[in-house]
């Protein structure tokens, strides 16, 4: 993938993508593999936004069952069954279990019916998988079985535990990088560092975007049949640059803690606990502990002040875990639709066809709620592209198309980072050391490996010696707890 906005601006294209999260690469990869002359522009860095913070939970719906939601809890299967599918280096079954302490219509009961309509429903989650990521049943545990396999949980008043498989995704930067570079092997010209700042007009009609190179602070037009917005939480944003007039979409912000391991249980698999009216999650990933997730009002308050009283949290919600004493290592941190607290959350994405919801031609918006659903629901999307080009448009295959590049970079870290800068556009040392080499997702990194880094970069790159100094201290404040 080669960043030339000269040849982004140098022909008309059937869709210009807007955001280059999880939905957005996603919409980009469907489009350009069947056949869409596509485009796709990032403000910032790809997946560098709220899917950078996702919980790296492939969910499969159960959660959905509770409000009686059977097409969403369909979807999920769906979708957390295509992921396993397309990206079977990088996501792979996990276990869930959540402790019962009582009975009827939040305990042991309750349950056990969940577990078995989850199953019913989900009959065909393991079709087309290979054996090894196949899921099992779900099924209840008694509290002998319970204490067995994890000793630690508190035993008093234990009616059993709910255990079932979804998945995780191990490294949802590569994830996100496997669509984009799907996207672009299939023809579709991408940037990051690219923002739109205004929208083209014929009329009503929308026919492109202004995009604004921030590396260079020129301005230039992009011209395209229709404009995907899939910008998140900004979304909003690129509709008012539309002169769309609509209520703003409400936005929690939602935040992750990644704590020191080791794991404290034998067995890994998360664990769900109530705390609050919803439940948190503690999940094994790789040597650490992701918790999850807070749902605040955003904005929020102070950084460092809101992660330590989530930690205090969930130390009580996971008495076991010694997650008191374990150092934050990271903080995840993004806006999700929703309202009030995490009750409040949005749990249908939005697809919107402005030229018969706002009489705006030549726009579509996506904005979804789960890391998960994605890949269905750019799918949606680009069905919906092809409608408004007017043209027939071939079956979508990216449920079924093998992502080559949804794994880690191989070779010595002097040839991955050169692979970064090359072959995936990575323009910063955090764009880098971050979103492509995986190297701090779990924490700060070791400096060796930064000094590293900085020199392929540096030579790659053309960068000086104040240019090195800044790339550092930019890396750094994504560590910063505040
Ligand atoms: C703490 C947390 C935990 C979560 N855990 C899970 C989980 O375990 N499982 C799950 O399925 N989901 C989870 N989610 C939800 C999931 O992460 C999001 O639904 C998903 O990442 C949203 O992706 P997106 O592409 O819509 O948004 P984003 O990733 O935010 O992408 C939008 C992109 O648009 C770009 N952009 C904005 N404005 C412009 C512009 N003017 N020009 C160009 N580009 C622009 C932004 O820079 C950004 O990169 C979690 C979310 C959070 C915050």
Redesign the pocket.
């Known amino acids: 993938m080669k960043r030339d906005l000269g040849a982004l601006a140098s022909i008309e294209h059937d869709l210009l993508v ?9 919409a980009a990869w469907d489009a350009a593999q069947r056949g869409l002359r596509t485009a796709l ?19 499969g719906g159960l959660r959905h069952l509770q409000r009686a939601d059977f097409r969403r809890h369909r979807e999920s299967v769906r979708e957390r069954r295509a992921l396993l599918r397309i990206a079977p280096e990088i996501v792979r079954p996990l276990a869930f279990l959540v402790p019962t302490y009582g009975h009827g219509l939040r305990g042991r009961e309750a349950f056990a019916l969940g577990l078995l309509a989850n199953d019913l429903l989900g009959w065909d989650r393991n079709r087309g998988l290979s054996l090894e990521q196949r899921l099992p049943s779900g099924r209840m545990l008694s509290p002998r079985q319970v204490s067995k396999r994890a000793p630690q949980l508190p035993a008093a008043g234990l009616t059993g535990a709910a255990l079932w498989h979804d998945a995780q ?1 191990e490294s ?1 930067e590569r994830l ?1 990088l496997g669509f984009l570079r799907a996207a672009g092997e299939a023809g579709a010209r991408v940037a990051n560092r ?4 205004g929208l083209l007009r014929e009329g009503r009609r929308i026919v492109g ?1 202004v ?1 604004r190179d921030d590396e260079t602070g020129q301005e230039l037009e992009v011209h395209a049949r229709l404009v995907l917005n ?6 909003d ?2 509709g008012t ?1 539309a002169g769309l007039v609509r209520p703003p979409t409400p936005l929690l ?4 803690l990644v704590l020191e391991g080791p794991w404290p249980l034998r067995e890994r698999l998360a664990v769900g606990a109530a705390s609050g009216g919803r439940f948190l999650f503690l999940v094994p990933w790789r040597d650490r502990l992701l918790v ?3 749902y605040a009002p955003a904005p929020e308050r102070p950084g460092a002040e809101a992660a330590e009283a989530f930690r205090s949290e969930a130390a009580r919600a996971f008495p076991w875990g010694e997650l008191e004493s374990r150092p934050i290592r990271l903080v ?5 639709p929703g309202r009030g607290g995490a009750s409040g959350l949005v749990t249908a ?1 939005r697809l919107c066809d402005h030229e018969s919801e706002d009489g705006v031609p030549g726009l579509v918006t ?9 890949r269905g629901m750019a799918e949606r999307a680009i069905d919906l592209a092809f409608r408004r080009l007017r043209r027939p448009g071939p079956p979508c295959r990216t449920a079924e198309t093998l992502l080559p590049w949804a794994r880690p970079l191989v070779g010595s870290l002097e040839e991955r980072a050169g692979a970064a800068v090359r072959e995936e556009m990575a323009r910063t040392l955090a764009d880098a050391v971050l979103r492509r080499l995986d190297l701090g997702t779990a924490g700060p990194p070791a400096e060796s490996e930064v000094e590293t880094v900085v020199r392929v970069l540096a030579g790659e790159l053309g960068w000086d010696p104040a240019r090195q100094r800044a790339e550092r201290e930019g890396l750094a404040a994504a560590f910063h707890l505040a």
């Not at 899939?230 to 979304?235: E, F, I, K, Q, V």
């Open positions: 807007v955001g280059g999260g999880i939905y957005g690469v996603a522009v990032e403000a910032l860095d790809f997946g560098g936004g709220t899917s950078w913070n996702s919980l790296k939970t492939i969910h995704v949802g996100t690219a923002r739109v700042t975007a995009v899939a910008a998140g939480p900004d979304a944003r690129i640059l912000s939602a935040m992750n999850g997730t807070e995840h941190r993004g806006r999700v994405g996506l904005q979804g709620v789960k890391y998960t659903t994605a």
